[in-house]
């Protein structure tokens, strides 16, 4: 992601430093910069989904889930276990438009949220390298369309949206490439890519493998100073959600941040609905 900066010394020297100082950059290509939850001891690490589903999500959707990037990949020979342990748990929350984070869990939410575009929204919170809190919003103003009212279009949205809150990436963008049958990829048919893959659970493992964490971890993994105001906000509205870092397909998915400085973030993944 750096190649096109390395005739710059000053940029080189930042890289490598960036390198030293964050392996996983350079390992793991499809997490979000290395981006994970902290924990006290060796993975598999804890993440507390919250089920405020409700509707045609409460059906089972969010268990299943959970149970498979809980399960790993599963292979006779080379089998890799998985770095997470999501749990689900009920939901509390009466708002499940505004849907707002809690420290230490992942609020999964859906309702009616309009014709503003999206069909499905992940946010982390971030300080220094660590995942504080996340939230997942399904929109059923398109779920409830026929094209997007399907088993396999909602366990992918879901899984994908779910995965980005454990520090995953998307594997492919491009919707018209053959499926890689995991739920990170783009596709214009999901049927294939409702589920993780050994490709995911390869890089939660990397992401994960130098848990734990212990007490020791300094600012550069906390963040630093005073936890900015804006990281106890709902960045609900587009305005909100910062920079636009990364766009695909014309457009149909795309990644924001919004920087509070000291190492305090909050990432946006869009799916767009077309
Ligand atoms: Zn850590
Ligand atoms: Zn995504």
Same mark, same amino acid.
């Given at each position: 992601?750096?190649?096109?900066?390395?005739? &710059?010394?000053?940029?080189?020297?930042?890289?490598?430093?960036?390198?030293?100082?964050?392996?996983?950059?350079?390992?793991?290509?499809?997490?979000?910069?290395?981006?994970?939850?902290?924990?006290?001891?060796?993975? $598999?690490?804890?993440?507390?989904?919250? =089920?405020?589903?409700?509707?045609?999500?409460?059906?089972?959707?969010?268990?299943?889930?959970? !149970?498979?990037?809980?399960?790993?990949?599963? =292979?006779?020979?080379? $089998?890799?276990?998985?770095?997470?342990?999501?749990?689900?748990?009920?939901?509390?929350?009466?708002?499940?438009?505004?849907?707002?984070?809690?420290?230490?869990?992942?609020?999964?939410?859906?309702?009616?949220?309009?014709?503003?575009?999206?069909?499905?929204?992940?946010?982390?919170?971030?300080?220094?390298?660590?995942?504080?809190?996340?939230?997942?919003?399904?929109?059923?103003?398109?779920?409830?369309?026929?094209?997007?009212? !399907?088993?396999?279009?909602?366990?992918?949205?879901?899984?994908?949206?779910?995965?980005? !809150?454990?520090?995953?990436?998307?594997?492919?963008?491009?919707?018209?490439? $053959?499926?890689?049958? !995991?739920?990170?990829?783009?596709?214009?048919?999901?049927?294939?890519?409702?589920?993780?893959?050994?490709? =995911?659970?390869?890089?939660?493992? =990397?992401?994960?493998?130098?848990?734990?964490?212990?007490? #020791?971890?300094?600012?550069?993994?906390?963040?630093?100073?005073?936890?900015?105001?804006?990281?106890?906000?709902?960045?609900?509205?587009?305005?909100?959600?910062?920079?636009?870092?990364?766009?695909?397909?014309?457009?149909? #998915?795309?990644? &924001?941040?919004?920087?509070?400085?000291?190492?305090?973030?909050?990432?946006?993944?869009?799916?767009?609905?077309?």
């Amino acid at each position: 992601m750096f190649s096109a900066c390395f005739r &710059y010394p000053a940029v080189l020297f930042l890289t490598s430093l960036i390198y030293v100082l964050v392996p996983s950059l350079a390992s793991a290509s499809h997490s979000w910069g290395g981006y994970h939850w902290s924990s006290d001891t060796v993975p $598999p690490v804890i993440i507390r989904l919250m =089920d405020n589903l409700a509707g045609d999500w409460n059906t089972g959707y969010l268990n299943p889930v959970a !149970t498979a990037w809980e399960a790993g990949y599963k =292979d006779q020979t080379n $089998p890799i276990p998985s770095a997470v342990k999501p749990t689900v748990e009920g939901g509390t929350l009466s708002n499940v438009r505004k849907c707002s984070a809690i420290t230490g869990t992942v609020q999964v939410c859906n309702t009616t949220y309009g014709k503003n575009g999206w069909l499905g929204v992940a946010q982390i919170w971030i300080s220094g390298g660590h995942i504080t809190k996340g939230s997942v919003k399904l929109n059923d103003t398109y779920f409830n369309t026929a094209k997007y009212n !399907t088993t396999a279009w909602r366990i992918l949205v879901l899984c994908q949206e779910v995965g980005h !809150t454990f520090g995953l990436d998307h594997q492919n963008e491009n919707f018209s490439d $053959p499926n890689l049958e !995991t739920c990170m990829d783009y596709t214009n048919n999901p049927e294939s890519n409702q589920w993780p893959n050994k490709h =995911d659970f390869e890089q939660l493992r =990397d992401i994960y493998a130098h848990l734990p964490d212990g007490s #020791t971890s300094s600012t550069s993994s906390t963040g630093s100073g005073k936890m900015p105001p804006g990281m106890f906000r709902d960045l609900h509205e587009p305005s909100e959600w910062g920079k636009l870092i990364r766009e695909s397909q014309g457009g149909r #998915t795309a990644v &924001y941040e919004r920087d509070f400085g000291g190492g305090h973030k909050v990432f946006t993944f869009v799916i767009w609905a077309r």
